[in-house]
């Protein structure tokens, strides 16, 4: 079965960095394509970054574009998200996940769910 853990989440201050780990457990993900998604309280699940299985494609919500680079390391079965210049409006619980879609941006075209870890950005 197919696992994922996020970590690096905390409490950070406006225009402060954070990076974001997520390792997969049960499955390579050489043959996944990855992304990050967030959600405040009341709010649907919103898209913020994915990576094709290759590493080769990246995507982007346009209000992170700039500030946030989504990478992975196949080897290690991690996914990473770089989060800089952190603004308050950040401040979510971020969840990542896998899939055999590349480029999804929808919740419904990935398979696999980590937990998610928080992140807030205190202005």
């Known amino acids: 079965q197919v696992q994922l853990a996020e970590s690096g989440g905390g409490l950070v201050q406006a225009g402060d960095s954070l990076r974001l780990s997520c390792v997969v457990s049960?499955?390579?993900?050489?043959?996944?394509?990855m992304a990050w998604f967030r959600q405040t309280p009341g709010k649907e699940r919103e898209f913020v970054a994915a990576?094709?299985?290759?590493?080769?494609?990246?995507y982007y919500a346009d209000s992170v574009k700039g500030r946030f680079t989504i990478s992975r390391d196949n080897a290690k079965n991690t996914l990473y998200l770089q989060m800089n210049s952190l603004k308050p409006e950040d401040t979510a619980l971020y969840y990542c996940?896998?899939?055999?879609?590349?480029?999804?941006?929808?919740?419904?075209?990935?398979?696999?769910w980590g937990q998610g870890t928080q992140v807030t950005v205190s202005s």
């Open positions: 049960g499955r390579t993900i050489s043959v996944l394509n």
């Open positions: 990576i094709s299985w290759s590493g080769i494609s990246t």
């Open positions: 996940a896998a899939g055999m879609k590349s480029g999804a941006r929808t919740v419904g075209s990935y398979d696999y």
